[in-house]
Structure formats: C-alpha cells, structure tokens
C-alpha cells in the first residue's frame, strides 16, 4: 500500500485539495457517484474505482455537506448526518424512479484524496491514492424540505462479543451450522441440503436449479455444463462459462482480452461433478453428487465405495466457507438463463438477496 497520502499530510505545506467522493448505492444494484464540488467549481471529476480493474468512474457535483463523523471510544457510536441540496429537485432528478424514502438502508461510501491524485491529474494511478474509505448506512430521514434532504446514517460496526438472546456474536465468520434447518440440526441457516432453489424471471415464471459451491464458493457444476474454449477475442460476460490451460472458468466481471487464472479478478474456477454410480471407479479429486450433496474422491481406484463421512474414501466438497462471500453466492445466487430449469450459477448475484436472520447481526443487504 503506497505511504503517498501520509507524506502529504505530513510536509510542511499541502498544496493539492482535499476532494471528498460519495458512491450511493440505489435498491436496483445501480450506484449514484457524486462530489461536494472541488474549489468552488461545479464540474465533474473522474476518479478510479478501489478496485480492480480501476475503471474510472464519474462524479456528478451536488451541493452538500456531512457532520457528525466523530470518534469516540466509549459510549453511543456517532450517527453521522448527510444533508443534500434539493433546490428544484436537484437531488431528486438523480434518483430516477426512486424516492428518498427508498434510500433507507442503502450504502453510502465516502471516499477522500487529494486533487493531485484525481484521473487525468499528474499523481493519477492504479490503483488510485486515497485516504481510508468510510461506510455508512442510511436509517432514516432527518429532514425533507424544499430546500434540502437531510439522511441520518448509521456506521456498519463489529458486533463480536455482544450477548443476543441465547448466543454471543461471532464477527467475520457466520456461527449458525450450514443447512442446518434443512439437515435437523437447529439454527438459522436455511439453505437447502441439495442447493435447489427456484428462481422468477421477468416474465413472472419460475424454473427450479440446484447449486453447489465449494469452501472457496467456486462452483460446482454438472459435467454436461458446456464450456467454450477461451478466446482473447472474446467479450465474455458473467454467464460464460470457458475451458483454459487444462481448468474450466466462470467469468465473474465482464471482459475480453482477460486470460483466466487463479489471481484473475475476472474469473472464478469451476469444477464439475458425475451422479454417483457404485459401478464406476473414480479418480483422487473426481467429484460425484450422492446424498443431495457433492463429494470427493480421496484415491485413485475409489469404486464402490457409498459416499458418506467417516468412510475415509469420500470429502464432502460442497461445504460453506462460513462468510458473508459464501452466503451472498448461495442466497443471491441467478442461473446464466432464467427461460428454462437446471441451469448452473451465474458469475453475478442478486442485488435484492438478503442474508436469512441471525447469520450476521447488523447486515440487512448485501
């Protein structure tokens, strides 16, 4: 991470300003990228997403102003205050279909660095210089005149170690047991043993799927799924599915030119599974469904031999990685077509997918 920001801050004379980002997400999955103007200018400014691939983004000037962004290290946390010229529906021309009170619970990020550092400026690089990224979430309205909108937000916070009724928040990590509701073993986790679920399409029509992932939430899918040979001529999007250097990929951003691999941000292994069949000996890491679930073979020769724990034959593959990753691929999962049934996943999720209760305390959306 570059030290550049500190030394900034630290000279005797910053002669760059301090240029404050705001990206807020709406209920569709689109996100409003805006600015509280740059030297008394109204233009807009470009600056590059945190993450790979660093797309650079455009932010449209609306006057406003935030308070409230104290520290403390005891006592209530701070419920910091986000006020938005609305002067002829300035602010509410931006949100399209969308109404104020459709923005509680959404994410607002507000990001900070300095002029210099701005796409197109002397200091612009990937990826982008910036101070640390604050996140709120928007709980309610504060005020709503004709003249402004003011949001109250709450800061997402670490919750471990506080007592709910009956059990103590685990942070990071999900504490109910995966399928448990579905297996009998009690708990909030409702995903179901054999990973179907059903899913609705524009037209109002539902088809039933089946998904699987793995503990790194890569997806299994059934050997017959076709996978396209890798071209770099390609524009591949989040319903490819592609065969490359010997692995099978799932796009997970869309891109062409973008070879995969295991440190590509634009692809996700894939991995492929047979039905079970006593008859059939498998090989180390061949993968079958049996149970409802997958396994994996643990040596070469593996032929009938059931599936189950404990035979010292099989792994179950398809387990949960136990964080927020591994629920939003399950809960938010989307076929790559929504027109007909037993479709695999997609390398996108659901928007509107919401975690079930209790699995992380204080995460309402994703």
């Known amino acids: 991470m570059t030290n550049l920001i500190a030394t900034d801050a630290q000279s005797q004379e910053i002669t760059s300003g301090l240029v404050d980002l ?16 740059l030297n008394d200018s109204l233009d807009e400014i470009q600056f590059r997403d945190k993450k790979a691939p660093y797309a ?23 419920r910091p205050a986000l006020t938005v010229a ?22 607002l990020i507000r990001r900070q660095t300095f002029q210099k550092y701005l796409y197109g400026e002397s200091g612009d690089a990937s990826p982008p210089i910036e101070l640390r990224t604050q996140e709120y979430i928007i709980d309610r309205i504060g005020q709503e005149t004709s003249v402004s909108v003011t949001f109250e937000m709450a800061a997402p916070f670490d919750l471990e170690g ?31 043993e054999d990973g179907g679920y059903s899913f609705r399409n524009s037209s109002d ?38 065969s490359y250097s010997g692995k099978k990929w799932l796009c997970i951003l869309n891109n062409t030119g973008q070879a995969p691999s295991s440190t590509s941000s634009y692809w996700k292994e894939a991995f492929t599974w047979v039905d079970y ?22 040596h070469a ?11 010292g034959h099989w792994l179950r593959e398809e387990v949960c990685g136990k964080t927020l990753q591994s629920c939003k691929a399950r809960y938010g999962v989307v076929p790559i077509v929504n027109t007909s049934a ?10 509107a997918a919401r975690l079930p209760f209790g699995s992380f305390p204080g995460t309402l959306k994703y």
């Open 22 to 37: 705001f990206e807020l997400g709406l209920p569709d999955g689109s996100t409003l990228y805006f600015h509280a103007g």
């Open 56 to 78: 650079v983004r455009e932010y449209t000037p609306m006057p406003m102003m935030i308070d409230g962004l104290d520290l403390n290290a005891d006592g209530a946390s701070a």
């Open 86 to 107: 609305n002067i002829g529906t300035l602010f509410y021309s931006q949100l399209g279909n969308f109404k104020n009170d459709d923005l509680i619970g959404q994410r």
């Open 162 to 192: 506080i007592k709910l009724p009956r059990r103590i928040v685990v942070g990071k990590y999900c504490s109910w047991k995966y399928q448990g509701h579905d297996t009998g073993k009690g708990g909030g986790c409702t995903w179901r």
């Open 205 to 242: 029509s539902t088809f039933s799927h089946n998904a699987y992932f793995n503990f790194e939430d890569s997806p299994l899918v059934i050997n017959t799924t076709s996978f396209g040979t890798y071209s770099s001529s390609t524009a591949y999007t989040t319903d490819s599915y592609v």
């Open 277 to 298: 069949s006593s008859s059939t000996p498998y090989s180390e890491g061949a993968l079958v469904r049996s149970s409802n679930t997958i396994w994996k073979s643990t």
């Open 301 to 311: 020769s593996n032929q009938n031999n059931t599936p189950a724990h404990g035979t």
């Open 342 to 351: 037993n479709q695999p996943p997609s390398g996108r999720t659901s928007k």
